[in-house]
Each structure stands twice: as C-alpha cells, then as structure tokens.
C-alpha cells in the first residue's frame, strides 16, 4: 500500500476513488438490507460497480451499525436505507463498566468479513478497502450521541473506559479485516468532528493512534474519515499517522490539505447528497471539474466523494463525475 | 436581584449545571443553575424574571457562539441541560399559568428517519430560548403532524430529515398541513436539505442550524 500511495502521488493524472456502493447494489438488483446481511451479496455489488467504473480502489459499504450490532446494540433495519442504531444500550456509567468487549461472532461481522475475503480474492490489481466505524463515534452509537459529546466534559474516566472498550473491539476487527486480505481500512469517525480540536485529540484521535500503530504497515493503510469536521479539529484529525485522510463536504479541501502531511493522501470531498444523489450532470460535471481545480497544488489529492453515496444516485451523475474526471486529466 | 440573574445566565451560558458538575473547570466548587434558579426563587424574584432575564440570557448568548463557530455541539447541549435544569424549578408555574412561554414549537423528524441528533438538538435550542416544544420523535407522519396542530393552535412546525430518501416525505408532510391548515408556518432542516428544497416542497423556512431557526420564531412572534 505504501508504494501505492507513493505511485498516487507521483502520478499527474488524478484518479477518483468515491466511496460508493450503493449503485452496486442497484445494478444486481438487490435491496440494502440483503447486501449489509449477506456478504455474498455485498460482494457482489462491489464487483459489479468495479466493473462499471473505474476507481483507483474498490470500497465496501459504509454501515456504521456493524460494531455497535456487535455490542448488543438494537438495530432498526431497512429494505431500501441502511440500517440504523435504536436508541442507546448503555444507560449510565455502571453500564460502562459492566459492558463486556464482543468477539468477532457476534452481529453481522461475520459477512462483512466474508464481503471483505470475497472481494480481496477477485479483485488483484487495486486496493480494496474495508470499512470500520471510529471509538468516538461507536461510543456514541453505544451510549446515545448527545450523551457521549458531553461526557468527556462530565465524566472523562468513564469516557475513557468505554473508548478503551470500542478501540479494543475495533483494533481486533481492523485485525481480521486485514487479515481478509484487502489492502487497508476506511475508518469512519464523523462524531469526533463535532468536538473541538483538543477534545477530539484527547477522546477520539489518541485512540485512533493505537489502533493506526498496531494495524497498519505497508501492506495494510488506514484512511481516516471525518464528514463531521467543518475546520475546527483537522489538527488532531491528522495526528493519528494514517495513510490517508478522506475529509467530508462540510470543509474548505484546500484549507484542510494544508494541514495533511505530504506524504499521506488527502481525499474528498464532492457532496454526496447535493450533487450525486439530488444533483444533475451537469451540476456534478461542474462542481467536480471546479474541485481538481482547487486541488491542483497538492499531489496527494484522490477525487472522491464526501461520504459514502446515498441509494438511488443516478448513473448519469456518476457517469458525468468521470467524465469531468477524464476531462481533467485530458487537459493536463 | 440583577446580580443572581446573571450569574443564572452565566451558568447557563458556560454549561454550568450544578454545583457538582467538574464543567466548566474555571466554575468548579460553584453554584450552578440549578441551586441558583433555587435561590433566585426563594429571594422573591419572579419566575418570568428568572426566565427571561437569567435562563434565556444564557441560551441566547450560547446560540450566537454556536452560529458564530466559537463553541461546539458538547458546549450547546451543556447549556441545554443547565437551562434544563433550572427550568425543572419553573415547571410549577408554567402549569398554573403564572409563566408564559414565547409560543409553541411542533418538531419532529419525518416518516421513514429514525435519525435526531439534529432534531434534538433544534429542540433543546428553541426550548432554552422560551418556547414550548411538542416533540413527535422520529418517524412522524402527516397525521402525527396535523394532529399536534390541532392541539396546539398556533404552533409553527419543524421537521427534520437526515436522509436523502426520507427527505421526499418533507413533501408529503407539508402539503398535507398546507391543505388543511395554511396559516401554519413550517421549516424544514437536515443535512441533504437546503434553501431550493424548501421552495421546491412549500415549506415557508429552511434554516442552517437552530440560531436561525430561533431568531426566524423571534421574528415572527415580534
């Protein structure tokens, strides 16, 4: 991965890696809910979207429900949307105490896994990226949002023992989803941009850290995602030594880049809502050609989405994000 | 009495809930809003005064902060629950009629979204700055709508969406309170939503974040 990433940033022609997989799954006629169940079926859709575009990289579905599931989470699942945490299963800080650390057996981590092993077996000749959720985030899901952003004010120990139970869980499957065999992991961490930068630092980028240390070489990268961050933690975003940092659309890219080091990637940040999904062609075609403009002086930019693209985005606008893509590169 | 009722407001301003609370350290050791709604009370100050002129003050002030980037989303919901708090002592008097809020605010995240962070947080927000919340959770549908209007004369409406499929039903949701009660104001917000969308649907607002929306309910009650 780490020649990978060095051949991404060598390399005038720009390549776009969106975070996409719902088409996939409209282009196999399945439903959300039969491909983040089954990872025959979630594999699937990522070979028949590899097919169609060309991505630097193949990516699995971003399903934030997989590891609070884990954990014994309710989830409300959907035919047509993915599936989303009921409510919260940790009612105060006796609960955190007693809150047991799963094993990879439980929920659905078993068909991601097979998605993972399935589609890092087919596809040989690009990086293929899992997917994961962050501790800050996952706490959240565990022990309700607005709860878990004001108890690293209110209660900070217990805030630590519950992201040390979430990174412990998350450093295993990053481990398992590595040893599948795809080339890295995308680890979603949107809460986290909700906090300002020395709390982030302290409550979701430090734990990040350890995960990154134990997990990643250059065989293996972590790309860390935070659609939540407007500006106001990219410091502590990009401490965590990741190989990439994909940032969401509510950032100034250019702003952001600035803080990433050179030799990691700096990915995003197309708005996945506005443009792919509620966009036109030609609004797509615009704003992405508008984007690599913007992006010219950091060659370690990969044209991508701002988050994972809803269901239902029209093949038109993804056809017209390539061809601004091609447009680009023609002109250079 | 100036004195307690800013030191009300600067509590709720800071996230100062309690004397317990360890937030914010620089108001360790001290009374927070809630033992200082306490005092207030029990000096004689009226409970309009301890609203509008100590709880109120706070959450406005952390409003504009909010909107202007200097504080985060931990330091919002702090606030909301020392005005919560304080608020706790008021209940008494707003059931008898004693107190009166600004008005009352229907909200709700719409049919198919079982998503409120942002809903909860527009909730805290505009409740914090006097106005009476009728909270229909997620997943509410047109006839949950209508109904709270029917109960509640006069309330605007607010709904909340954070999926793009879910959006749509903003639509359906909107019409069917325009077609039977137009008088009714109504606002859309979310993450996919936007100004065009609101035009787009017949909604008479979208705002970007909750001190918009309040001061758009300010501005119509004015």
């Known amino acids: 991965m780490r020649t990978w990433v060095e051949k991404v940033i060598a390399d005038k022609k720009r390549v776009a890696m969106p975070v996409m997989t719902h088409p996939g799954i409209e282009l196999i006629g399945k439903s959300v809910l039969q491909a983040i169940t089954d990872g025959e079926v979630h594999h699937q859709a990522i070979m028949a979207l590899n097919e169609k575009y060309p991505s630097a990289a193949s990516t699995v579905i971003m399903d934030l429900t997989v590891e609070a599931e884990a954990f014994g989470a309710k989830i409300i699942f959907n035919d047509d949307e993915i599936a989303t945490v009921n409510g919260s299963m940790l009612k105060d800080e006796l609960d955190i105490e007693t809150l047991e650390v799963p094993d990879l057996n439980e929920g659905r981590v078993q068909e991601y896994l097979k998605a993972n092993r399935l589609t890092a077996e087919k596809i040989t000749?690009?990086?293929?990226?899992?997917?994961?959720?962050?501790?800050?985030?996952?706490?959240?899901?565990?022990?309700?949002?607005?709860?878990?952003?004001?108890?690293?004010?209110?209660?900070?120990?217990?805030?630590?023992?519950?992201?040390?139970?979430?990174?412990?869980?998350?450093?295993?499957?990053?481990?398992?989803?590595?040893?599948?065999?795809?080339?890295?992991?995308?680890?979603?961490?949107?809460?986290?941009?909700?906090?300002?930068?020395?709390?982030?630092?302290?409550?979701?980028?430090?734990?990040?850290?350890?995960?990154?240390?134990?997990?990643?070489?250059?065989?293996?990268?972590?790309?860390?995602?935070?659609?939540?961050?407007?500006?106001?933690?990219?410091?502590?975003?990009?401490?965590?030594?990741a190989m990439g940092y994909h940032f969401g659309n509510a950032i100034d890219l250019p702003t952001a880049a600035k803080e990433v080091p050179a030799d990691a990637l700096v990915m995003g940040n197309l708005d996945p809502s506005g443009l792919f999904r509620m966009g036109t062609p030609e609004t797509m075609k615009s704003a992405t050609l508008t984007l690599l403009d913007k992006m010219k002086a950091f060659p370690n930019f990969i044209l991508s989405s701002g988050c994972d693209t809803p269901p239902h985005s029209p093949f038109a606008n993804i056809d017209a994000f390539y061809e601004a893509l091609d447009e680009y590169n023609a002109n250079l | 009495m100036e004195d307690i009722l800013e030191k009300i407001a600067l509590c709720v301003e800071n996230g100062k809930i309690n004397a317990k609370s360890p937030y914010p350290p620089t108001m360790r050791g001290q009374d927070g809003a809630d033992e200082l709604t306490e005092q207030a009370l029990a000096q004689g100050i009226s409970p309009t005064d301890v609203l509008t002129k100590g709880l109120i003050v706070g959450m406005e002030k952390i409003g504009v902060r909010f909107r202007d980037n200097q504080v985060f989303v931990p330091q919002v919901l702090m606030s909301a629950k020392a005005m919560s708090t304080g608020m706790a002592h008021l209940n008494k008097y707003f059931n008898d009629g004693s107190v009166q809020r600004k008005g009352k605010f229907i909200i709700g995240t719409v049919e198919g979204d079982l998503h409120d962070i942002g809903k909860n947080l527009v909730k805290m927000m505009v409740e914090g700055n006097g106005y009476e919340i009728i909270d229909l959770g997620v997943d509410s549908n047109a006839d949950k709508f209508i109904a709270a209007i029917e109960a509640n004369p006069g309330a605007c409406v607010g709904m909340s969406a954070l999926l793009t499929t879910t959006m749509a039903n903003m639509k359906v949701i909107n019409k069917a309170i325009k077609e039977k009660h137009p008088e009714v104001k109504t606002f859309v917000g979310g993450a996919p939503v936007s100004e065009a969308f609101a035009n787009e649907i017949g909604a008479d607002f979208y705002t970007d974040g909750p001190q918009q929306l309040v001061e758009k309910l300010d501005s119509l009650i004015a």
């Open chain 1, 125 to 241: 000749d690009k990086p293929v990226f899992a997917g994961c959720i962050g501790p800050f985030s996952l706490a959240g899901r565990l022990y309700d949002m607005s709860e878990m952003l004001m108890l690293p004010y209110l209660n900070p120990d217990a805030a630590i023992q519950l992201l040390d139970k979430c990174t412990e869980f998350i450093y295993t499957y990053c481990q398992a989803l590595k040893d599948t065999g795809v080339s890295g992991v995308i680890m979603a961490e949107p809460a986290a941009g909700l906090l300002d930068d020395d709390t982030c630092q302290a409550f979701s980028s430090d734990f990040i850290k350890r995960i990154v240390n134990a997990v990643q070489d250059d065989y293996f990268a972590v790309i860390l995602h935070d659609c939540g961050n407007k500006g106001n933690c990219t410091k502590a975003t990009v401490s965590v030594g």
